[in-house]
């Protein structure tokens, strides 16, 4: 089993597949930084398909059995469902999800996305009220959509649809209870985030920050709530459910409850840099690599030496880091 310095295996990877998004929501994309003169890759640049199945299979090969698709948003690129094909096709590999905004995710849409291959489907979603959600994310599109959305990913029969919401104090708390009353019985399990200080373009504060015991108490208000174990080592989210209720939830809790010591995850950029953490400062390029040889023994030899000297615990080490840390961009490794 591959292990880092601090003997956490690697299981996940994150590959994100364009840097491109059609929200400009402000803890990711913000509008002012990512305006219309905001030049984004070129096609040239991404990974193709080709090399993004043979990086995931080596990942594979070292013990990863997850593999999540992000963006930006992951359906902005064409035949995505190509890729995903391929990647269902890898000896090994368990669990295959995509993230969304689900803007793009039509009924036709999510029946060949779970058909293609995709076991799960999480989909951001930060408010109910048109309003609030207009605002955040930063074009006004119309909350009535992403529910649509929502609702079509739970009609194609995807293992699992999950609902994540970021929490930001003074934008949208007030949407929790709303939020989580909304999907009661509604086959869907709602994950409230943290508001986390990914790169730097956010202009993060910590006094932004609804706590993850500011969420639990703020439901324990109106329903009695019951803890549920974590379905495996490394989650994220602290599990409950509401008391004689069907509605799972969840809350990540990166910034006020660190969990660095169980990460398992390793994250692909769209160019083909690897970063070893979210909140990483730079990555080590694959795609060079992958351009100069058809060999696997490079990408392998590369990857293994890279988590093999892994010693990432940022969340953990937060208080101690200097304001003007440079981070890589949430849109450029997904989240």
């Not at 934008?171 to 409230?192: A, Q, T």
């Not at 989650?235 to 069907?246: C, D, I, Q, Y």
């Not at 083909?272 to 040889?293: H, K, N, P, W």
């Not at 990408?299 to 969340?315: G, K, M, P």
Request: hydrophobic share 40%.
């Amino acid at each position: 089993m591959l292990l880092d310095k601090l003997k956490r295996p690697i299981r996940d990877l994150r590959i994100s597949v364009t840097d491109r998004c059609n929200f400009r929501c402000g803890y990711c994309m913000p509008k002012d930084k990512y305006g219309r003169d905001h030049q984004f890759l070129k096609r040239k640049e991404l990974l193709t398909f080709e090399e993004i199945e043979q990086v995931a299979r080596v990942f594979v090969e070292l013990g990863v059995v997850k593999i999540r698709l992000t963006g930006g948003e992951p359906l902005v690129r064409k035949d995505l469902e190509s890729l995903i094909q391929r990647l269902k096709q890898i000896d090994g590999l368990q669990d295959l999800s995509l993230t969304t905004n689900a803007s793009l995710l039509s009924a036709k849409r999510a029946t060949t996305l779970r058909e293609a291959g995709i076991n799960r489907i999480n989909i951001s979603l930060d408010a109910l009220d048109a309003k609030t959600f207009g605002q955040l994310n930063g074009v006004g599109y119309p909350v009535e959509d992403v529910l649509s959305g929502v609702k079509n990913a739970c009609q194609a029969g995807f293992d699992q649809v999950k609902v994540n919401m970021v929490v930001q104090a003074g934008r949208n708390e007030s949407s929790i209870l709303p939020m989580l009353e909304y999907f009661i019985g509604k086959d869907v399990v709602l994950r409230f985030i943290e508001y986390m200080d990914v790169g730097n373009t956010n202009d993060w504060q910590n006094e932004d920050v609804f706590k993850a015991q500011q969420i639990k108490s703020l439901i324990e208000t109106r329903y009695p709530i019951e803890a549920l174990d974590a379905n495996y080592r490394g989650e994220v989210a602290r599990r409950w459910k509401l008391s004689g209720l069907p509605m799972e939830f969840g809350i990540i809790s990166s910034v006020s409850e660190p969990f660095c010591g169980e990460c398992s995850r390793a994250r692909l950029s769209a160019i083909g840099e690897v970063y070893t953490c979210l909140f990483a400062g730079s990555g080590v390029d694959l795609r060079g690599l992958l351009r100069a040889s058809d060999s696997d023994v490079s990408l392998f030899e590369s990857i293994q030496h890279l988590w093999s000297v892994r010693a990432d615990r940022y969340s953990e080490l937060r208080s101690h880091q200097s304001p003007a840390r440079q981070k890589v961009e949430m849109s450029y490794i997904g989240g």
